[in-house]
């Protein structure tokens, strides 16, 4: 019956109807744990409802401890688009009656999950809109709100999900002033107390497997010691030091935090500092033997901790605005934190201390203060020079067989710099850390002619090419060796746009295309180039010129023509295509929404990228199955962009979606495993494919009765991105593993 009420409601609105469908949920209510699902009756019926009858299905929700439905209710609360002080107080009610049920029942795992996954919902939505509530409303979550603090740190310590709740509720309530004058609150001393003596938190800081768990635990003691710096004590501190890396990662960032605010409080840090797994066999050596002293050279300690390789990839491929809010940076939680390493490099350098500078050149430890030398954030760049001047200064009483030259190096950049804590070029910082590396190795092929041109002139002039057309246009029997050594410089130094001009004014992108092209390159030279326009692409202002100025689209299209054991090349080529293409016009939030300005990329040359898919599917068969399922996503991401691109499907093309659609459907049902989203490609493929050309219900039936593919998640995808024509094929009898009963029934039930 109520399914039946649900179709009526949705087709009329009839408001006798909806009075009789609410009658029938609350009565319900208390006979029934209700399924939530996206056609659950009591969220068809709370969009109608008042706040007194809310409050009415809230209190007997409570009482008969129905989870599931209080969650509905939760969900329905934090869909309003305005917040006034009605909405603030039920949903302060509405949590406080979640967290009640949940500290005092039993539930199966999916249905604690889902009530984690909204609560957490419902408190981010608090803290986004600022909610403040008044001492009055506060009083009555108190109680219910120590008794779930201490329930989730006793029963649900090694979930990440319930630690991150945890924290989202100490940074909603504990901020509030008011809050923390009602007596009786669970203080954050306790909870923090709690959290350090509990008997699992030496195993989940230790275990190395465990990073959410670790993860979502450092985040709470960093929240409770930034909101209660008096909380800090020594023995925290040693625990943060043997679960620190030194990378990048958001883990090491938060614990890097926590040490801050330590030291900030007057706890002091061991010296010399170690971290990981040598902080480990140092304590436990002092431990054990009860000695302070350490009988190796501090600057010989701290380079042993340090992976040469690690940090030479970390200088290499540092980000340019490490520091900054809005870091286009895809990974860079491998790489090693120079706000970490660049303050203790100044410590071990002091005037007085005895420092094995060639040991220190060699592991790459200047390397990385060069390359800070590039950075866009002042204060990171200050420390990279007051480094480097340490250096300088250590290399006078140094003694080792490359003194003279890496002296003579350091008098180039000192000269070189006109301007304080000036800010280089990536490409220059880059080529003096490869000058660097070749100069402690005098057998190094590149060793005669780059130090030919270190010696040239007494500075070295930013605004120019370092040796590239030297060594581009070689003639010499070692040319291809240097031209692999200057086609990985320039990989290494693209990453911002007074990069791409120093190239441009070279004409570096002609040279590359027309030796990618020739006889002479092999396969890694030509991955080489690719990696430099895939680098380039993703640089507005190159990918707006390389595409209009260098014809870019008519070069990748030539690939499209490659024989098919070039299938290789083809694919970083469709790469370069989707980054130029996906590649942000502008980056304030306020142009973001904006279709006009989303892409840099301008409208007339979607036509041309069409036909490069287009190619590339006639001839699909051909690849292997990665490069398939990218050819495939390729074309229906730049079909799905017609809002700003235009309609460029200006002929039939249904026969290349459905193409696209059975393609992707033999590899869902094939046994490779690929590191894509194949779903979320599918779903798109769908309703493209529906919304151009056919009716939904015929689409053919070896798609809709395939069981590899993955329907459930395919409906959230679609609901995701309104995808409603996806949504209608739920209603075809050939689908058979549809996960909502509901829906089901109400299917049945319209037959």
Not at 66 to 77: A, C, D, R, T, W
Not at 304 to 326: G, H, M, R, S, Y
Not at 329 to 348: G, N, Q
Request: aromatic share 10%; proline share 3%.
């Amino acid at each position: 019956m109520v399914p039946r009420l649900m179709e009526i409601v949705d087709k009329d609105g009839n408001e006798d109807i909806i009075d009789l469908l609410k009658r029938v949920v609350v009565e319900s209510l208390s006979e029934v744990d209700l399924n939530v699902d996206i056609n659950s009756p009591l969220k068809c019926v709370l969009p109608f409802m008042d706040y007194s009858e809310k409050r009415s299905v809230l209190d007997t929700l409570k009482n008969n401890k129905n989870i599931n439905g209080l969650m509905e209710l939760l969900s329905n609360q934090i869909q309003t688009n305005m917040v006034d002080d009605e909405v603030k107080k039920f949903l302060l009610e509405s949590i406080n009656a979640s967290i009640t049920v949940l500290t005092n029942s039993k539930f199966e795992a999916d249905s604690f999950k889902h009530s984690i996954d909204v609560l957490t919902q419902a408190l981010k939505f608090c803290i986004k809109h600022k909610m403040k509530w008044s001492t009055k409303l506060l009083t009555p979550i108190v109680q219910p709100l120590k008794e779930f603090f201490i329930w989730l740190l006793k029963k649900k310590y090694k979930e990440s999900t319930s630690m991150s709740l945890l924290n989202d509720f100490i940074s909603l309530f504990y901020s509030s002033k008011k809050f923390l004058k009602i007596t009786n609150i669970l203080e954050l001393k306790e909870t923090y107390q709690m959290m350090t003596s509990h008997s699992k938190f030496m195993q989940v800081m230790l275990t190395k497997d465990m990073i959410k768990e670790r993860g979502s635990i450092v985040q709470l003691l960093l929240t409770i010691c930034k909101s209660h710096p008096d909380v800090c004590n020594q023995s925290l501190m040693s625990v943060m030091f043997v679960c620190y890396e030194a990378t990048m990662s958001q883990i090491d960032q938060n614990i890097l935090n926590v040490i801050q605010i330590h030291e900030a409080n007057n706890f002091t840090v061991s010296s010399p500092i170690c971290w990981g797994d040598v902080a480990m066999q140092q304590y436990m050596k002092r431990n054990e033997n009860n000695e302070t002293l350490l009988h190796e050279n501090p600057s010989t300690h701290l380079i042993n901790q340090l992976d040469v390789k690690k940090l030479l990839k970390t200088a290499f491929e540092l980000p340019l605005d490490i520091k900054e809010e809005n870091s286009q940076a895809t990974d860079i939680s491998s790489l090693y934190d120079p706000t970490f390493l660049l303050p203790l490099f100044s410590t071990v350098l002091q005037p007085g201390c005895d420092v094995d500078m060639r040991y220190f050149i060699d592991s790459g430890c200047v390397s990385l203060a060069i390359a800070c030398l590039s950075l866009y954030n002042d204060d990171v760049r200050t420390a990279a020079y007051n480094v480097i001047a340490l250096v300088n200064d250590q290399l006078e009483n140094s003694r080792f067989k490359e003194r003279s030259q890496v002296m003579y190096l350091f008098m180039l950049i000192k000269n070189s710099i006109d301007e304080e804590y000036k800010r280089w070029p990536t490409l220059w910082s880059i080529f003096v850390i490869r000058y660097l590396y070749i100069l402690l190795k005098p057998d190094h092929p590149m060793y005669s002619t780059v130090n030919r041109f270190i010696l040239q002139k007494p500075v070295m002039n930013m605004r120019e090419f370092p040796l590239f057309l030297p060594l581009f246009n070689s003639s010499t029997m070692q040319q291809h060796t240097e031209r692999t050594w200057m086609l990985k410089l320039l990989r290494n130094g693209l990453k911002d746009q007074h990069d791409y001009y120093l190239y441009k004014k070279l004409h570096v992108f002609e040279l590359l295309m027309a030796y990618h092209d020739s006889a002479e390159s092999d396969s890694n030279v030509k991955d080489l180039i690719l990696d430099v326009f895939q680098i380039a692409c993703s640089i507005k202002v190159a990918a707006y010129d390389l595409v209009k100025t260098y014809t870019l689209l008519s070069w990748i299209h030539k690939g499209a023509l490659l024989p098919v054991k070039q299938y290789k090349e083809f694919y970083k080529m469709l790469h370069i295509l989707r980054t130029s293409f996906s590649t942000p016009q502008v980056n304030s939030e306020e142009n973001e929404s904006s279709e006009e300005n989303k892409y840099v990329i301008p409208r007339m040359f979607a036509y041309e990228a069409s036909l490069i898919c287009l190619h590339a599917l006639q001839n699909i068969s051909e690849f292997s199955t990665e490069v398939q399922f990218y050819i495939c996503s390729v074309y229906i991401w730049i079909s799905n962009i017609s809002s700003y691109f235009g309609d460029i499907l200006t002929w039939d093309h249904s026969s290349m979606l459905l193409l696209s659609l059975n393609t992707l459907e033999k590899i869902f049902s094939s046994e490779e495993k690929l590191n894509f989203d194949i779903d979320e490609v599918f779903a798109s493929a769908l309703s493209l494919y529906i919304k151009r050309f056919f009716n939904q219900l015929e689409v053919s039936n070896e798609i809709l009765t395939n069981q590899s593919i993955s329907w459930k998640k395919i409906y959230t995808i679609a609901k995701k991105n309104d995808y409603n024509l996806v949504l209608k094929l739920y209603e075809h009898e050939n689908i058979e593993n549809l996960s909502n009963k509901l829906l089901r029934l109400q299917m049945l039930e319209s037959k």
